[in-house]
């Protein structure tokens, strides 16, 4: 069973604060990860996506990778008002039919909430 | 850009209605996917298809099905609607295996089963 496990929240952070948001996965063969946003009634946007183990930074971004750990996590620095919104993990796991084909699992998602 | 587009961004449908939701990438994607999305329950993989006239299930294929006779679009079909299918449904696409599987989400439609 494929599980990609995320606190709910909400996470609260005053504005210009770091928010820490963790995510981890059971699949042990997993090598790709990615960090969606999503605004209330919209759909997800891609943020970042990482695949080695350490850091990847982008803007007031960043996504830390631990493969032993099976632990995945995103970093917002300089939390805007903005950045209110659910933030999910998604992990690439092989497909049911396997022969190469793969799906992404999603986790349930943390609400961030920035408090101006 | 990549744009994916779905049917209708709200639809109402009575128990028993067969539904069709339509959705249309223009970026020449191999790969298509449909989810649902539920409070509490989170993102969750219907079916998706690697290839034009391919599908593959998802997690929660049960009462669905799908259609793919050309690239650019993946239709999602609810044979007989019922009231627990009432959910908001989003398409996805991405590049392909081995080049690229970052997935872009179309609008949604949130569909209402009465």
């Known amino acids: 069973q494929k599980e990609v496990e995320q606190n709910s929240g909400p996470l609260s952070v005053p504005e210009g604060a770091i928010a820490s948001l963790n995510c981890t996965y059971s699949?042990?063969?997993?090598?790709?990860f990615f960090w969606y946003r999503q605004y209330s009634g919209k759909s997800p946007e891609l943020i970042m996506s990482i695949y080695s183990n350490g850091d990847k930074e982008d803007g007031r971004f960043t996504a830390q990778l631990n493969k032993a750990s099976q632990y995945v996590s995103l970093l917002i620095r300089d939390s805007q008002p903005s950045d209110s919104a659910t933030y999910l993990c998604?992990?690439?796991?092989?497909?049911?039919?396997?022969?190469?084909?793969?799906?992404?699992?999603f986790g349930k998602g943390t609400k961030l909430s920035v408090i101006p | 850009d990549v744009k994916v587009t779905q049917s209708s961004r709200y639809l109402v449908k009575r128990t028993g209605e067969k539904v069709f939701l339509e959705c249309v990438q223009d970026?020449?994607?191999?790969?298509m996917f449909w989810y649902r999305q539920d409070p509490g329950l989170g993102l969750r993989l219907i079916y998706f298809?690697?290839?034009?006239?391919?599908?593959e299930k998802g997690d929660i294929p049960e009462g669905y099905s799908v259609s793919r006779e050309k690239k650019e679009r993946f239709s999602l079909i609810l044979e007989s609607a019922s009231t627990n299918q009432t959910s908001m449904y989003l398409c996805?696409?991405?590049?392909?295996?081995?080049?690229?599987?970052?997935?872009?989400f179309g609008p949604g439609t949130r569909l209402l089963v009465l």
């Open positions: 996805a696409s991405s590049l392909g295996r081995g080049f690229g599987e970052t997935q872009y």
């Open positions: 699949d042990r063969v997993s090598q790709s």
């Open positions: 970026m020449d994607h191999e790969n």
């Open positions: 298809s690697y290839d034009v006239k391919m599908k």
């Open positions: 998604a992990v690439k796991t092989a497909g049911y039919s396997g022969a190469g084909s793969y799906q992404l699992t």
